[in-house]
Structures are given as C-alpha cells and as structure tokens.
C-alpha cells in the first residue's frame, strides 16, 4: 500500500514539488486543493476580490535623466519633464505628483498656462498636450500630432490663448490652447529673412514677444539670425545676422534692448535703435592671452536679462568656462553690477529658470531665487543674499547619493520609532542653508485620516544606510548610517587591497530590522555582517569581530541512500548537528600554503572610539578565505532578539551565531544538515587541470535515477532566489559533519582560482535588462536575472534543453563588466547540484511530529525547495541566557516544494498571523539605576497563546519560486498548495496584512502582482502590472503591511503602490492639490505719457489676427488634434465593474463640484463689482447733475 501511494504521489507533483513524508498535496497550475487533513481547519476567511486594485500611488526621489524645467509664478508649482516621457510636478512639502505620457517620447519643454491650471508639454515625438491640473491627478485633455515637422521651441505668452510653436525647419506655428487646433497663421521662414539670403537660418530656438509691444514676436534662429515679426503687418520689422550661432535670447524689461548668449562663449547686447551691430559683446569667462587673442570658451546655454528696482540687472548665464582648464566643474554664473560669482555643481546644467515676482515681462521683474536643474539634483539659489546661499531641499532628492543596492519597507511601526530617529538624525543635519523659506510653495496638502508610521530603509553601493519617513504619502530623511565606518579603509596594492582595487567593499546586500527591539543587521557584498544595537547615549565602544569559515570541499560522487524516494528525516535517527559555542575564533590566522587563508576581506578597527548617538556596531561577522578561495556572498539571513540568535547562510552552508555570547555556535553544510537521508544524489567535479576561470568538468554517472532527479529539479536548482552560486566553487559534501578546527586542524582541500564575490557596485539602480516572459525562454531569463545580478555566469541544471545562448544588453556603463551567458553546449556536462540557503526564519514551532508545546525553532529553505526544520534549547533565565550554551537539536521535518524556498510566515488556526517573539528595546548605556536592575524583557507570540485548546498547534505557509503551501504543525501535513505559476517564476513573496486579516502577496519575473487567500490559498488579484520587468526593480521590490508595495522604478526614484482597494478609494483625499484658486496679480500703472510714448500692448487682439475668420484653416496633414482620454491614471487599472463605475462617478463628482465652487465664487466677484461699479457711478452722476457744459 505503500508503494502504491508513492506511485499516486509521482502522477499529482513532481518530485522536488511533492511534499515528503505528508499525505499527497498536487494540484494542477493554479488551482488549490485540500488534502487528507488530521482534523478539520475551520478558518473564517474574510478577504475577498474586491478587497484588492492595484495602482500606483506617489513617486519619491529625483527625476531621472531630467530634460526640461518649468515654473507658474502665481501658483507657485514646478515642473520637471525627463527623457523616460515623465512629468513631475512639485509643489510645497506633500505636494508631489508624478505624471507619464503613454508615448514615453522625451519632453523637450514645458510650458505653463500661467494661474489657469494647465500645462502645455512638448515632447520628441513632435507631439503636443495640454494637461488639467485642476485635479489631484492631472489628466491629457488634448494632443496636437505634427506630421511633417519637428517641434524645436515653444513659447506662451502670459495670459494668453495662442501658443507659438517653432519647428526644425525655422517656421513658426500657432496654436489655440482652448481647442488645440492649429492656426492658419504660419511665419514661414522665408518670409522671416531677406530674399537675398543664401543660406537657411536653421530651426527657430527662441520666440518671444516684446515686452514693449505684444504685436512684435521676437524670432530667433540658431544659425545667427534674429527677427522682430510684425504680426499685424505680417512683416519682418528688423533682421539681425550674427556669425556666431545662438542658444538663447532674454528680454529687458523696457522691451528696449535683448541679450543673446552665443556658441563661442559670448553674451550680446542689442539695442532695438541699432540693429546693425550688437550693442556690447562681452566674453565673461573669455581672459586675453599674451599673444592678445582671447580664450577659446564653451557655450552659454542660456542667459537670463532680469531688472531689479533697488539694485543693478541680474545677468545669469550657463556654460561659458574657457576650454584650457580641463577638469573644471559645469558652473552657474551670476553677473550683478561689476561682481561675478561662478557656482560650481557637482553635475552638469541641464536647465535653469530665474524666479521673479511678477508674471509680467514689461514690468521690473525683481529676481528673488534661480532653480537649477542638474543631471542628478535639483536646487535653489537665493538671490536676495549677497553670498548667494542655497534653500534647504524638503524633497528627497538624494536617495541616489550613493547607488540604491537593497530596499526595505516597514508599515504600522512603532509610533515612538520615527521622532527619535529624527532627532538623532537631526544633529547631523548640514548647515549654512538659506533662512528663507522654501519658494516653491503652491498647492495645498492635508494629513490624511488613513495615515500610520512607515519607515523605508534603503542601502548603497558606499555602505550607507538611510531610514526614510514615509508616512502619508511622503518621504523625509531621519537618519543616515555609514557602515564603512566600522573598517579601516582598504590599502590599495597590498594584500587583500590589491584585489579590491577601485570595487565597492561595502555595497549592502541586505538589511534586517526589528522595530520592536531596535536591533538592526547589515549584510555586505564582501560577505560580512554588521548587527547594530540603537542608544540615545554616546558611548566608548570596541567592535568584536566573529571569522567564520562556511566552506566545504569535493568529494566522491554520493551513492543513493536506501530511504531516497522518502527523504523524510527519522525522527530518533536524525543527525543532530553538533552545537560550536566553542567554535574557535582565529584572527588574521594565516596557513603556509596560502597567504589569503583565514582572512577576510576586511579588516575590523580594532581600537575603542567614541560613537554618536543612534545605531552602534555591537557584532560584526565575517567569512573567510580558505585555500586561496574568496567566501560566497551571504544569500540569507535572519535575526530573533528574543533569542539573541542571528543566522545567515550562502551557498556553501549555514552559520547560527549567538550575538550575546559573542559565538558561533553552528557553522555546517547543507548537505550535512540532511544527515543520512538526503533527498538528492549529488555530483561532484573532477579535479581541474588547469586555473582558468571557466568551470570544472562534471563527473556523470551512469545511474538513471540520478538523471531523471536532476531534470526534475527547479531550473533555479543551483542558482540562489536573487543572488548566485559561483561556477568556479565547488559542492558542499554530506556524510560527516565538517567543523573546522582552526589552522591546525584538517585543511580543505581547494582546487579552483578565486576571485572576490563582488564587482563595481552592483547596484540595483543601474540595472535595465528586459525578461522575455514566453515559457520557452522563462528558464533562461531567470538564469540571465541571476546573472546580471552578480557578475558571474551560471548555469540552469535543464540548461540542455535549450538550444540558445542569451546575451542581454546593459544600458549603464557601471555593468559593461557583467559576464554573458554562454552556449547551453557546455552546460549539459556542467550540472553542479550546489544547495544554497535561501531563507530562513526564527520562531516558535514543533520541530517533531510527537511534540506537544511549541520551542525555538529555525525555518530553513534552500534553492533546491527544500525546507528544514531545526529545533533549538535556549536557556530562559537571564543569568543562563548570559552565560549558558545555546544547543541546536536534530534535524526536524523536511518538505519539499518547486522552485527556491521564498518566504515563511506562521498563522494560528484561527488563520491569524503569528509574530516572531522579541526583546523589548533598553538602551544599554543608559545609566544604570540600583532599584532597578536592567533585565531583558520579551515578547512571545506562542502557536497556543490565542486559541482555547492548548498545544493545539499553528499553520506554516512556505513560498517557493513556483509553488505555495500550507502546512499543519505538528503533523506536517500538507493542508493546501497552489502552484503558481509554470511559465515564470516568482521574485518577491510575502505574507501580509490588509483589513484584518491575512493574505499571500507575489511579485513575479512576469510582471504580475498577484495575492492569494490564507490559509486557503485562493488566488484573490491577478494583474499584469509590468509587461516587462528588469533587474532593479527584481532587486528592490518588496510588500508591506496595509496594502503597500514599493521598487525603484529608476535608478534615481522610488515607486510606490498599493493593492488595496480601500487605499484607491481613499487616494483622491490623501494626495496634494496641485492648483488653488488666487486671484492674478494686477498689472502695475504704466502712466499716461509712458503708456501713449511708449505704445500701448493692451489694444492688440490675438484672435483678431490668428482666428478662423482671418487666418483661416491650417492644413489638415500639417497637425492631427487627438482628444484626450481626461481620466484619472489610477482608473486604468481599477476593478471592472460596480466598483470601478462608483470611483469614476464620485471623481467626476469631486471634480463638478470643485467646478460649481469656483464657478459661485467668480460670480460673488462679478456681483461686488458690479454693486462697486453702480455705487461709483451714481456718486459721479449726483456729483455732476447740477454743472454746465464748460465747467468739465
């Protein structure tokens, strides 16, 4: 009978998904089952498909690659284009909203319908939109396609309708904004300039009307040519020919004079009474030499003309530096009166825009501020100070700092978390900013009533770590960790120096944190582990360091154990690893053969210095060389404070390490932790002839069981879930355990070339490789995925099936160093069964079937879908836990799924979620009090604490790459299992709650984010979120508590996005208003002999002139006018329906009765303007009822 229901087992799962030891659990793709159970699992689950829509919520960070810059000096609001397509629209703090053209052309400029709420962007498809930011999220309203020429300039005077649009071949366009239909008034460009003219002026690269008088158009052409355009006499009223090309023109205020800023590194100054040469020709950054010819000069990019009343006109200019000193910064220049001021940034000048006080070109425009756009940071000079200061930034512009390598996500933390972190972080804060506040202030912003602390944690390619406060849609820095400070710095050219050369030594992998207990862990590129411990206090500290060896050696090929078709551990049988709190610690310990063995890759500050206040190394771990061979990367790692136990693991082993006791007290392989019944028949490599970077040969059997075993296992078999197996290491040997026993004990035996475990700052922002998603490509991509991820080539144990190599290209240059997969020919001798651990979780658990009070346990998962179960003794008592070894028990229950273990989460059954236990923070250098004497406090969340019967037992839920399942302690019986997905496989995987309750959330290499119910396993939401994903965003994606979910959508910007329904309907209130109702300032009183003298703009009409009744129609193939969608960005993704019908019917509600609002407050105005007008005009008729003709 038993033989029959393996047979039954074989046709329900494969074997690596099959559950070991457990009633049979198959299921078809994506379909639950419920297997033979113990007892029945009553489970009132209450999320249901409703509960969940996914859309995107706000966007931090600074625009990537950044292209155009615009600003309403009334509304007070920002604007950012990039090349991606994107436009971000910034206002006071809160205020941010991110918006995306569905071309993803580039925008080439922005413009502002200056206190109306609209914005007119022009992008590189020669496309233009009007976009409506009257509501929270600003929608296309219209779309003009030009068809045969290329939008090069683009200009919209202050409150009017018709838009100048300049094209590549010099003509000029004009189009209504209201209609967004195009003029039959066009200024070609052979009307612009004489006949006599040769040669073609070039595309038009300025237009603007005179301040003077708004029927003058000002046309310049980057050939050298400029052109004031009579509009009502259609003529050119003067042309001026420059030899030098021309990059931007800036009016006076008078309208009397411009300025033109040239290619060769000159401004000119013209004067409107003589146009036959320029006025004043200065080269700012252009010395004489002493051959008496000036220095040749770079560009000025662009120039500002701004007047100011009570001192000399700002001249503001980018570029212009003389080419001879090389090495020299891009800088702003700042000319007022006869002083210069050169501001040095860190990167290039994309745009920059003078703030002034009045939206009125023909009035003193009196600058107070210039936003310069860089190519990585946005910032703010204040121009009222004479030493020209810098506003303090309240956006989160530099999450980019250092390249973004890990990110964590933290929801409904501790509410006392986020003020301290602030406060210790604002000791540190940078000084000399501007007093002044922040100018760009538009728009309003509320808290919202759906609000609860959030902290997000993002780690660097240069060691740092930043916690973030992100609670109601925002993001402030709290406080900055610099992790590199805990080592000496690496010597280049010697010793381990020498190979680190210019890498990035201490680029964060991963991070751990507990909110409870404050504990926080770092795990580094070059294999280490730095466990910090928070305090108020400033303290005199030395580090200890722990050197682990985590490495095993070759062996012969593995026979078959009897028990293979049931590697399920016996339970009195089971090989109990032996416990190493005396495991010896050797520092700097060197064999003769090998100058790098028994050394890690850095070197730990031995001495005591004083630390700050805020996080403080306690613990730092490290791996080491053995034989010449560098340690893998840590591929797992978790910590329990109530344990005092931290464990870790790579593709070598595993290490549990007390950070109380300061010792190791675990450090095995994989394999050894299966004792005598592993479930896999592992190979072993023949001894390479030869030290070249390529991989060894595999030995192969002739065994067909051993053949159909590995063409079972998950193509990810060998590889870790994000991070990789190195080809040139070798595979971890079973039969006895293998402790190392310091120098002088047995010595592994290495035979391949080493190289260290880390490139140039492998960041996840600077990763852009597209996944193909078909099923026939799906093994591939992952392998490539991994690949990129680290550098290295491996190989899918199925390689062979495939009968293609796949390159990928890489689109920044920090990983043109990144290996290529290559052909799949050699791949099927290469098929290296090497286990990694790839998770692992504390908590309180049954390590046997016959257990009847849950104990300490470790959740092990490895790449091969393997989970193990290994029991801990931890002493209880205060003084014990100090001084009283931790023992590790024998091995538990063993599962098997499909795929690479993901993620563990407990549930009671009840179905709620069951917390790890933990230590309640206290601060260690706190004074010490004598009547109260400092004792550990925990918090346990025992499997029977919340239910009537005790020892009644708690739900596991494992997520493997491919699978999920459920799992029933004590017994082990496998409750549910869905599997996933067949043709991709799954990133991101965890355990979640939303409304009360509970749910499974996945990110897969597909793109879908999909949730399933717990502990049925129903799958609730399916929605293909990205057609193509890449490896940052595989890299940085993670879910939280209530509904949230986050990546790096560039390497600049962080994403965030929610799938709860209940957070959709309530995003409308918890976002900024982008646009408030204020009142246009009144133009100033020009005078009477100034207005008659100096001509009088106020008398010419615009549509008049540029109207259909005058001007006629366009040409139909000149333009195409595409409506708008006008809808809400959320609403493409919302639930079909009932649901989504209501949120579009209460936006169209929200937005009408903003409408109504404004439309009654214009008429209260009318109405008391009106009342105004009648009252006036009855006083002047009463006061002039009784004179005669000549007394007026």
Same mark, same amino acid.
């Given at each position: 009978? +038993?033989?029959?229901?393996?047979?039954?087992?074989?046709?329900?799962?494969?074997?690596?998904?099959?559950?070991?030891?457990?009633?049979?659990?198959?299921?078809?793709?994506?379909?639950?089952?419920?297997?033979? @159970?113990?007892?029945?699992?009553?489970?009132?689950?209450?999320?249901?498909?409703?509960?969940?829509?996914?859309?995107?919520?706000?966007?931090?960070?600074?625009?990537?690659?950044? #292209?155009?810059?615009?600003?309403?000096? $009334?509304?007070?609001?920002?604007?950012?284009?990039?090349?991606?397509?994107?436009?971000?629209?910034?206002?006071?703090?809160?205020?941010?909203?991110?918006?995306?053209?569905?071309?993803?052309?580039?925008? *080439?400029?922005?413009?502002?319908?200056?206190?109306?709420?609209?914005?007119?962007?022009?992008?590189?498809?020669?496309?233009? &939109?009007?976009?409506?930011?009257?509501?929270?999220?600003?929608?296309?309203?219209?779309?003009?396609?030009?068809?045969?020429?290329?939008?090069?300039?683009?200009?919209?005077?202050?409150?009017?309708?018709?838009?100048?649009?300049?094209?590549?071949?010099?003509?000029?366009?004009?189009?209504?904004?209201?209609?967004?239909?195009?003029?039959?008034?066009?200024?070609?460009?052979?009307?612009?300039?004489?006949?006599?003219?040769?040669?073609?002026?070039?595309?038009?690269?300025?237009?603007?009307?005179?301040?003077?008088?708004?029927?003058?158009?000002?046309?310049?052409?980057?050939?050298? #040519?400029?052109?004031?355009?009579?509009?009502?006499?259609?003529?050119?009223?003067?042309?001026?020919?420059?030899?030098?090309?021309?990059?931007?023109?800036?009016?006076?205020?008078?309208?009397?004079?411009?300025?033109?800023?040239?290619?060769?590194?000159?401004?000119? *100054?013209?004067?409107?009474?003589?146009?036959?040469?320029?006025?004043?020709?200065?080269?700012?950054?252009?010395?004489?030499?002493?051959?008496?010819? +000036?220095?040749?000069?770079?560009?000025?990019?662009?120039?500002?003309?701004?007047?100011?009343?009570?001192?000399?006109?700002?001249?503001?200019?980018?570029?212009?530096?003389?080419?001879?000193?090389?090495?020299?910064?891009?800088?702003?220049?700042?000319?007022?009166?006869?002083?210069?001021? $050169?501001?040095?940034?860190?990167?290039?000048?994309?745009?920059?825009?003078?703030?002034?006080?009045?939206?009125?070109?023909?009035?003193?425009?009196?600058?107070?501020?210039?936003?310069?756009?860089?190519?990585?940071?946005?910032?703010?000079?204040?121009? @009222?100070?004479?030493?020209?200061?810098?506003?303090?930034?309240?956006?989160?512009?530099?999450?980019?700092?250092?390249?973004?390598?890990?990110?964590?996500?933290?929801?409904?933390?501790?509410?006392?978390?986020?003020?301290?972190?602030?406060?210790?972080?604002?000791? &540190?804060?940078?000084?000399?900013?501007?007093? +002044?506040?922040?100018?760009?202030?538009?728009?309003?912003?509320?808290?919202?009533?759906?609000?609860?602390?959030?902290?997000?944690?993002?780690? &660097?390619?240069?060691?740092?770590?930043?916690?973030?406060?992100?609670?109601?849609?925002?993001?402030?820095?709290?406080?900055?960790?610099?992790?590199?400070?805990?080592?000496?710095?690496?010597?280049?050219?010697?010793?381990?120096?020498?190979?680190?050369?210019?890498?990035?030594?201490?680029?964060?992998?991963?991070?751990?944190?507990?909110?409870?207990?404050?504990?926080?862990?770092?795990?580094?590129?070059?294999? !280490?582990?730095?466990?910090?411990?928070?305090?108020?206090?400033?303290?005199?500290?030395?580090?200890?360091?722990?050197?682990?060896?985590?490495?095993?050696?070759?062996?012969?090929?593995?026979?078959?154990?009897?028990?293979?078709?049931?590697?399920?551990?016996?339970?009195?049988?089971? !090989?109990?690893?032996?416990?190493?709190?005396?495991?010896?610690?050797?520092?700097?310990?060197?064999?003769?053969?090998?100058?790098?063995?028994?050394?890690?890759?850095?070197?730990?500050?031995?001495?005591?210095?004083? /630390?700050?206040?805020?996080?403080?190394?306690?613990?730092?771990?490290?791996?080491?060389?053995?034989?010449?061979?560098?340690?893998?990367?840590?591929?797992?790692?978790?910590?329990?404070?109530?344990?005092?136990?931290?464990?870790?693991?790579?593709?070598?082993?595993?290490?549990?390490?007390?950070?109380?006791?300061?010792?190791?007290?675990?450090?095995?392989?994989? /394999?050894?932790?299966?004792?005598?019944?592993?479930?896999?028949?592992?190979?072993?490599?023949?001894?390479?002839?030869?030290?070249?970077?390529?991989?060894?040969?595999?030995?192969?059997?002739?065994?067909?069981?051993?053949?159909?075993?590995?063409?079972?296992?998950?193509? @990810?078999?060998?590889?870790?879930?994000?991070?990789?197996?190195?080809? #040139?290491?070798?595979?971890?040997?079973?039969?006895?355990?293998?402790?190392?026993?310091?120098?002088?004990?047995?010595?592994?035996?290495?035979?391949?070339?080493?190289?260290?475990?880390?490139?140039?700052?492998?960041?996840?922002?600077?990763?852009?490789?597209?996944?193909?998603?078909?099923?026939?490509?799906?093994?591939?991509?992952?392998?490539?995925?991994?690949?990129?991820?680290?550098?290295?080539?491996?190989?899918?144990?199925?390689?062979? &099936?495939?009968?293609?190599?796949?390159?990928?290209?890489?689109?920044?240059?920090?990983?043109?160093?990144?290996?290529?997969?290559?052909?799949?020919? $050699?791949?099927?001798?290469?098929?290296?069964?090497?286990?990694?651990? #790839?998770?692992?979780?504390?908590?309180?658990?049954?390590?046997?079937?016959?257990?009847?009070?849950?104990?300490?346990?470790?959740?092990?998962?490895?790449?091969?879908?393997?989970?193990?179960?290994?029991?801990?003794?931890?002493?209880?008592?205060?003084?014990?836990?100090?001084?009283?070894?931790?023992?590790?028990?024998?091995?538990?229950?063993?599962?098997?799924?499909?795929?690479?273990?993901?993620?563990?989460?407990?549930?009671?059954?009840?179905?709620?979620?069951?917390?790890?236990?933990?230590?309640?923070?206290?601060?260690?250098?706190?004074?010490?009090?004598?009547?109260?004497?400092?004792?550990?406090?925990?918090?346990?969340?025992?499997?029977?604490?919340?239910?009537?019967?005790?020892?009644?037992?708690?739900?596991?839920?494992?997520?493997?790459?491919?699978?999920?399942?459920?799992?029933?302690?004590?017994?082990?019986?496998?409750?549910?299992?869905?599997?996933?997905?067949?043709?991709?496989?799954?990133?991101?995987?965890?355990?979640?709650?939303?409304?009360?309750?509970?749910?499974?959330?996945?990110?897969?290499?597909?793109?879908? /984010?999909? @949730?399933?119910?717990?502990?049925?396993?129903?799958?609730?939401?399916?929605?293909?979120?990205?057609?193509?994903?890449?490896?940052?965003?595989?890299?940085?994606?993670?879910?939280?508590?209530?509904?949230?979910?986050?990546?790096?959508?560039?390497?600049?910007?962080?994403?965030?996005?929610?799938?709860?329904?209940?957070?959709?309907?309530?995003?409308?209130?918890?976002?900024?208003?982008?646009?408030?109702?204020?009142?246009?300032?009144?133009?100033?009183?020009?005078?009477?002999?100034?207005?008659?003298?100096?001509?009088?703009?106020?008398?010419?009409?615009?549509?008049?002139?540029?109207?259909?009744?005058?001007?006629?129609?366009?040409?139909?193939?000149?333009?195409?006018?595409?409506?708008?969608?006008?809808? /809400?960005?959320?609403?493409?993704?919302?639930?079909?329906?009932?649901?989504?019908?209501?949120?579009?019917?209460?936006?169209?509600?929200?937005?009408?009765?903003?409408?109504?609002?404004?439309?009654?407050?214009?008429?209260?105005?009318?109405?008391?303007?009106?009342?105004?007008?009648?009252?006036?005009?009855?006083?002047?008729?009463?006061?002039?009822?009784?004179?005669?003709?000549?007394?007026?």
């Amino acid at each position: 009978m +038993k033989k029959f229901r393996k047979v039954l087992d074989g046709l329900t799962t494969s074997s690596p998904g099959g559950t070991m030891g457990s009633p049979s659990c198959g299921s078809a793709a994506g379909t639950p089952t419920a297997a033979p @159970t113990p007892r029945d699992i009553d489970v009132q689950e209450t999320l249901v498909s409703e509960n969940f829509q996914l859309c995107k919520t706000v966007r931090h960070g600074f625009t990537y690659q950044p #292209t155009a810059l615009a600003f309403d000096p $009334v509304q007070k609001i920002l604007a950012i284009g990039s090349r991606s397509g994107g436009v971000r629209i910034l206002g006071r703090p809160g205020v941010d909203c991110y918006c995306q053209h569905e071309s993803g052309a580039a925008v *080439l400029q922005l413009q502002f319908l200056i206190n109306e709420g609209a914005l007119v962007t022009a992008c590189a498809d020669d496309t233009l &939109h009007l976009w409506n930011l009257r509501q929270r999220r600003p929608a296309v309203l219209h779309s003009l396609k030009f068809n045969r020429e290329r939008i090069t300039f683009c200009h919209l005077p202050f409150q009017s309708k018709w838009l100048y649009v300049g094209t590549e071949r010099g003509n000029t366009h004009i189009v209504n904004i209201e209609s967004f239909i195009l003029s039959g008034y066009v200024i070609m460009w052979n009307k612009a300039i004489e006949l006599s003219t040769k040669t073609h002026p070039g595309p038009v690269v300025h237009l603007s009307d005179s301040p003077k008088d708004e029927g003058k158009l000002l046309i310049g052409f980057e050939g050298g #040519t400029i052109v004031q355009w009579d509009l009502r006499a259609k003529k050119a009223d003067f042309r001026i020919y420059y030899d030098e090309a021309i990059h931007s023109v800036s009016w006076h205020h008078e309208g009397k004079q411009f300025m033109c800023s040239h290619s060769d590194g000159s401004l000119t *100054l013209w004067n409107l009474r003589n146009t036959t040469k320029p006025f004043q020709v200065t080269f700012p950054h252009g010395k004489i030499q002493k051959d008496g010819r +000036k220095e040749s000069c770079k560009p000025i990019l662009k120039v500002e003309y701004k007047t100011s009343r009570n001192s000399e006109p700002f001249v503001i200019f980018s570029g212009g530096l003389s080419y001879d000193k090389a090495g020299r910064r891009p800088a702003l220049t700042i000319m007022h009166g006869k002083a210069i001021t $050169v501001l040095e940034m860190d990167y290039p000048i994309v745009e920059f825009m003078v703030l002034c006080d009045t939206p009125y070109i023909n009035e003193i425009q009196e600058p107070y501020a210039v936003v310069v756009l860089l190519e990585k940071d946005l910032i703010v000079v204040d121009l @009222t100070q004479s030493n020209f200061p810098v506003f303090e930034n309240p956006y989160p512009m530099d999450i980019h700092e250092s390249p973004v390598t890990c990110t964590a996500y933290f929801a409904d933390c501790p509410p006392d978390i986020i003020p301290i972190l602030y406060s210790i972080g604002a000791k &540190h804060k940078k000084t000399g900013y501007s007093q +002044k506040e922040w100018p760009i202030a538009g728009g309003t912003w509320t808290l919202g009533s759906h609000t609860y602390p959030e902290i997000i944690i993002t780690g &660097h390619a240069d060691g740092s770590i930043k916690f973030w406060d992100a609670s109601a849609f925002t993001l402030q820095m709290l406080y900055k960790l610099k992790t590199s400070k805990v080592f000496e710095k690496p010597k280049l050219g010697e010793g381990r120096g020498a190979d680190l050369g210019e890498e990035d030594p201490f680029a964060v992998q991963m991070v751990s944190w507990c909110p409870h207990s404050r504990i926080f862990c770092v795990v580094g590129i070059s294999a !280490h582990i730095i466990l910090y411990r928070f305090s108020k206090y400033d303290a005199n500290t030395q580090t200890v360091s722990l050197e682990v060896r985590l490495q095993c050696e070759p062996e012969d090929i593995i026979t078959p154990s009897e028990n293979e078709n049931n590697p399920c551990f016996s339970e009195p049988g089971s !090989h109990s690893p032996q416990p190493h709190h005396q495991y010896p610690v050797s520092p700097g310990s060197r064999t003769p053969d090998g100058a790098k063995d028994s050394t890690p890759f850095l070197k730990v500050k031995d001495k005591t210095v004083r /630390v700050p206040p805020g996080y403080q190394s306690d613990l730092v771990i490290q791996l080491l060389w053995v034989d010449g061979e560098p340690p893998q990367q840590i591929t797992s790692l978790d910590i329990n404070s109530a344990y005092g136990l931290l464990a870790f693991g790579n593709c070598n082993g595993l290490a549990v390490v007390d950070y109380i006791q300061k010792t190791v007290i675990l450090c095995i392989s994989t /394999v050894d932790l299966y004792g005598a019944t592993d479930p896999y028949q592992r190979l072993t490599r023949s001894p390479r002839r030869n030290r070249q970077s390529t991989s060894g040969l595999t030995e192969l059997t002739d065994n067909q069981q051993s053949i159909d075993m590995e063409r079972s296992k998950s193509p @990810t078999s060998d590889h870790v879930n994000g991070h990789c197996t190195s080809p #040139t290491s070798q595979p971890c040997s079973a039969g006895k355990p293998r402790i190392p026993m310091g120098p002088e004990g047995p010595r592994l035996t290495r035979r391949g070339p080493g190289r260290p475990p880390f490139r140039k700052a492998q960041s996840a922002a600077c990763m852009e490789i597209s996944l193909p998603v078909s099923h026939t490509e799906g093994h591939a991509s992952r392998r490539a995925m991994l690949q990129q991820l680290h550098g290295v080539t491996m190989y899918s144990h199925d390689e062979h &099936h495939s009968t293609a190599s796949y390159c990928w290209n890489e689109r920044e240059s920090r990983e043109n160093s990144f290996s290529r997969s290559r052909s799949s020919s $050699v791949s099927s001798i290469d098929r290296d069964t090497k286990e990694a651990i #790839t998770t692992l979780q504390f908590g309180e658990s049954y390590g046997r079937k016959s257990d009847a009070l849950p104990t300490p346990c470790l959740w092990v998962g490895t790449s091969l879908g393997v989970v193990i179960l290994i029991p801990l003794s931890i002493p209880m008592d205060h003084e014990e836990r100090m001084e009283d070894p931790v023992t590790v028990g024998p091995s538990g229950a063993v599962q098997m799924l499909k795929g690479s273990v993901l993620r563990f989460a407990f549930l009671d059954c009840n179905g709620a979620l069951i917390q790890s236990p933990y230590e309640i923070w206290r601060d260690q250098n706190a004074p010490e009090d004598p009547d109260r004497p400092r004792r550990r406090k925990l918090v346990h969340f025992s499997p029977s604490s919340s239910q009537d019967a005790f020892g009644e037992g708690h739900l596991t839920v494992v997520c493997s790459e491919r699978q999920a399942k459920v799992f029933l302690m004590p017994s082990q019986s496998c409750l549910f299992v869905h599997n996933i997905t067949e043709s991709s496989f799954v990133l991101r995987a965890d355990v979640v709650s939303l409304c009360n309750s509970v749910c499974l959330a996945c990110f897969c290499a597909n793109g879908h /984010v999909m @949730t399933l119910s717990l502990p049925s396993l129903r799958p609730l939401m399916d929605v293909n979120y990205l057609p193509l994903t890449d490896m940052r965003i595989a890299r940085t994606f993670c879910f939280t508590n209530e509904g949230q979910a986050l990546y790096l959508s560039s390497p600049t910007e962080i994403q965030r996005i929610t799938y709860s329904q209940e957070m959709c309907d309530n995003l409308q209130e918890m976002l900024g208003e982008l646009f408030t109702p204020i009142e246009t300032p009144e133009a100033q009183n020009r005078g009477f002999l100034k207005g008659f003298f100096g001509g009088n703009a106020h008398t010419f009409d615009r549509e008049e002139l540029f109207g259909e009744a005058a001007a006629g129609k366009a040409s139909r193939s000149l333009a195409q006018h595409i409506p708008g969608q006008g809808g /809400v960005e959320g609403m493409k993704v919302a639930a079909s329906g009932v649901v989504g019908d209501l949120a579009r019917a209460r936006i169209a509600l929200d937005e009408r009765g903003q409408r109504l609002g404004e439309l009654e407050e214009r008429t209260t105005l009318m109405m008391t303007s009106a009342e105004t007008f009648s009252k006036h005009a009855h006083e002047l008729m009463l006061k002039c009822k009784d004179k005669k003709w000549y007394q007026f």
